[in-house]
């Protein structure tokens, strides 16, 4: 083999083994406003933090949405407003969440710079989760702050996703 095809060989192996990195470098995150603009009509909703997350594979993907909320929220509402979060959250996702939605309601105002990590003023939604009629057993996180549904129970409650 000449010193020619070892390099073209070379240069070969280096594009297969960066083309993966070079397309997902390209993708974008997909736009929440609108999904945000839903929520944000539901009753006692005052701000929403919206965000998205994989397991193994790109295409497993979840959405996780957080609500603000008023202080007016009585605990008869949460389990109305978790539904209606939910709904929001599955017919309005800008992707198929085949790995689930995640909800979680904290009472206060939205911060300037929102993340994914707890914040004061998050509400038990075990109570409120039990209320809703899924069709399958649906959870929330072990500390009870984060009501967690698949896609399964998603589509058997509020139809097929996007509709």
Not at 2 to 18: G, P
Not at 83 to 90: K, Y
């Amino acid at each position: 083999m000449t010193d020619r095809m070892k390099r073209a060989m070379a240069r070969n192996v280096l594009v297969a083994a960066l083309a993966p990195v070079l397309t997902l470098s390209a993708c974008s995150s997909p736009s929440y406003d609108p999904l945000a603009s839903r929520l944000g009509e539901l009753d006692h909703v005052v701000g929403s933090y919206i965000w998205d997350s994989t397991s193994g594979l790109p295409t497993n993907r979840s959405l996780s949405v957080r609500l603000y909320v008023d202080g007016d929220l009585a605990e008869d509402d949460l389990g109305a407003l978790l539904d209606s979060a939910f709904r929001e959250a599955w017919e309005g996702s800008p992707f198929e969440p085949v790995a689930g939605i995640a909800v979680q309601v904290a009472v206060g105002e939205r911060p300037q710079e929102p993340s994914a990590a707890p914040v004061d003023g998050m509400l038990d939604l075990r109570s409120a989760m039990g209320g809703i009629d899924w069709s399958t057993k649906q959870g929330t996180s072990s500390g009870g702050t984060t009501a967690i549904a698949g896609a399964d129970a998603l589509a058997d409650r509020y139809g097929a996703w996007g509709s």
